[in-house]
């Protein structure tokens, strides 16, 4: 694919975030993708092309009444929206359509309309729920300690990474949770799975976000200031969510993969990107992010963090909304990286990093059984 020549040309979230009561998920849906035509200055009938996860594309589409001439439901969990970004741009470039509507709603917390759940035939429902798998947390931990006990890492740098993300959610209205937090506090919250404490792990809220893409030259005469797609990858390890088919949980391969695979599309390296999203499940995931996508040495990104780069002034700007940690989880956070980094790009972020030109979006999905990331910019 040919480097910037697709843009964002809208980016909105649900009109609301947290606790949503009076929505569904499908309208959710609805509500995040009225607001992104909204932002773009476009109506439904633009949009010729769509994609979603999760929720059925085509009911989507339908609800929406949209016939679009492409369309993509590839559901991979929290990082769908990203690999969604890849394919509309690679779309859009082969002349399949002209305008990509990608929409998120989730109903997590109220769980209005809401679907979800492991099937017992398959393998996660034969190999894993059966001895005690009951979410990401009975999942992220195991690695967690693995990770700690190979690099002498204490939990008081693990749970630094909390108070480093609330620290960015304290400075944005939109977020779940803005109090301060101290290490202490997130030592001493409700345990979940040891050594997962309450604030080491993802918020469970309703929300939702949509993005539009179109052409480069096209988006020129957009509203909005054109956010570029510069490259983007995938990697698949495992077919599963599952723990036990990880080949390293402590070093995933996913994400060296995908990051290394989006960055050469791009043509530049880590050390270009001026700011990062990376999905946190838990505070081990942003760890394994930053490390796998080449930001820190394995073993290193807690203590970088505990330092103070990823934060508010730091060198490193990372999950500048609050993150999933903070700011708003309904389930598959992908979406909300994406809009802080376009809002980073745009100049208009709650918290907004200074002179910031390249975005690193990345994304999980399962148990590191899968990747996505992406790279946008505000200029090509």
């Known amino acids: 694919m040919r480097k910037g020549a697709v843009a964002i040309v809208g980016a909105a979230e649900t009109t609301d975030l947290g606790v949503i009561k009076n929505r569904s998920q499908l309208d959710l849906h609805a509500d995040a993708a009225l607001n992104a035509l909204a932002d773009a200055g ?64 989730e109903s997590g917390r109220s769980q209005i309309g809401w679907h979800f759940g492991w099937s017992p035939a398959g393998l996660l429902g034969q190999y894993d ?13 195991i690695p967690m300690l693995r990770y700690m006990k190979d690099y002498n890492i204490s939990i008081e740098d693990m749970a630094s990474i909390a108070v480093v993300q609330r620290q960015w959610a304290n400075l944005n209205p939109r977020a779940f949770q803005r109090d301060l937090i101290t290490v202490d506090d997130v030592l001493k919250s409700t345990p979940v799975a040891w050594p997962l404490t309450k604030l080491m792990c993802c918020l469970v809220t309703d929300g939702g976000g949509a993005l539009v893409l179109t052409s480069a030259d096209r988006a020129r005469d957009m509203r909005q200031k054109p956010v570029y797609f510069l490259g983007g990858g995938e990697a698949v390890e495992s077919n599963t969510s599952g723990v036990s088919y990880i080949a ?6 996913v994400v060296k993969k995908s990051g290394q695979r989006a960055f ?8 270009d990107a001026d ?16 490390e796998g996508l080449g930001f820190v040495d394995y073993g290193q990104a807690p203590s970088f963090i505990a330092a103070g780069h990823t934060a508010p ?11 999933g940690l903070s700011y708003a989880h309904s389930g598959m956070y992908g979406m909300y990286a994406l809009q802080e980094s376009v809002r980073q790009l745009r100049g208009t972020a709650a918290a907004q990093v200074p002179d910031c030109k390249i975005s690193v979006a990345h ?13 946008l910019s505000n200029g090509v």
């Open 313 to 323: 002034g730091g060198k490193l700007p990372v999950n500048t909304n609050g993150g």
């Open 275 to 290: 700011h990062v999203m990376i999905y946190d499940a838990t505070v081990q995931t942003v760890a394994a992010g930053l």
């Open 264 to 271: 050469d599309a791009a043509g530049i390296t880590a050390s």
């Open 129 to 141: 729920v059966p001895y005690g798998f009951s979410g990401a947390p009975s999942l992220f931990g």
């Open 42 to 105: 476009l109506t439904v009938a633009d949009v010729d092309g769509f994609a979603t996860a999760h929720e059925s594309a085509t009911d989507v589409a339908g609800y929406l009444g949209i016939d679009p001439t492409w369309v993509d439901g590839t559901t991979i969990g929290g990082c769908s929206f990203m690999a969604h970004v890849r394919h509309a741009a690679a779309a859009i470039q082969q002349g399949l359509c002209t305008t990509v509507l990608i929409t998120h709603g």
């Open 248 to 253: 390293d949980g402590v070093r995933p391969g």
């Open 363 to 375: 994304g999980y999905g399962g148990f590191y059984s899968v990747c996505a990331t992406v790279v």
